[in-house]
């Protein structure tokens, strides 16, 4: 059973910095591009960063980028967003999310909740 | 990249059909056929249900498609039931190679 279970969401200050972690498990990580999706509170989703089965592509939303870094570790199944200088506007559920063949999202995470507050 | 655009709710009586336009430009939607579809219960994971426009992923319901013209993309669902009561999200690839979601529509089951 495919499963991606995110960790690292927390209360952090506006200014602040932290890392998001995604341990994948039940398929083979490394062939796969995977990504990160968020939802702000009563809001939609917002596609968030891909990054490519080597990590040599990772396109970002426009209004993330140098903020933001998604980095993957192939050997330990793994996925993770660095993000800093955040934002109140940043709070958010931040899902991990893996890409199927066919341009679409075949798994999601749960989520963790980044709440950004001073 | 804005937000493609959808409306806010939809409702229906059970057994209806329902369609849930995406509106977007020549740079998402119109130019190229990597649009897929989600619901999503609040609480839960979101699910896939449409794959580049049309395709449902094993184990969906045939109820659900989906289909393109130019810049809007539609997913109808038939014979609507009480489960299908949900959030439901366009998305597409751009021509920035980025992707995009839509604002999202609440189904309602009358």
């Known amino acids: 059973e495919v499963q991606l279970a995110e960790s690292g969401g927390g209360l952090v200050q506006p200014g602040g910095s932290l890392r998001l972690s995604c341990a994948a498990s039940g398929f083979t990580f490394s062939p796969y591009w995977m990504g990160w999706v968020r939802q702000a509170p009563g809001k939609g989703l917002e596609w968030v960063a891909n990054i490519s089965p080597h990590g040599s592509a990772n396109p970002y939303v426009d209004s993330l980028k140098g903020r933001f870094a998604i980095s993957r570790d192939n050997a330990k199944s793994s996925l993770y967003l660095q993000m800093n200088s955040l934002r109140v506007e940043d709070t958010a559920v931040y899902h991990c999310?893996?890409?199927?063949?066919?341009?679409?999202?075949?798994?999601w995470g749960q989520g963790t909740l980044v709440t950004v507050s001073s | 990249q804005s937000a493609l655009t959808q409306p806010a709710s939809v409702s229906g009586s059970p057994g209806q059909s329902i369609t849930i336009p995406c509106s977007g430009s020549?740079?998402?939607?119109?130019?190229?056929?990597?649009v897929s579809w989600y619901q999503h219960h609040p609480g839960k994971a979101p699910k896939l249900m449409i794959y580049e426009v049309s395709n449902r992923p094993s184990g969906v319901s045939n109820r659900f498609s989906g289909s393109k013209s130019v810049n809007t993309a539609s997913l109808t669902i038939s014979g609507l039931q009480a489960e299908d009561e949900a959030d439901y999200y366009c998305m597409s690839h751009t021509s920035s190679d980025t992707y995009v979601f839509g604002t999202g529509t609440k189904v309602s089951v009358l």
């Open positions: 999310v893996r890409w199927g063949v066919n341009y679409g999202i075949d798994y």
């Open positions: 020549s740079s998402d939607i119109g130019s190229f056929n990597h």
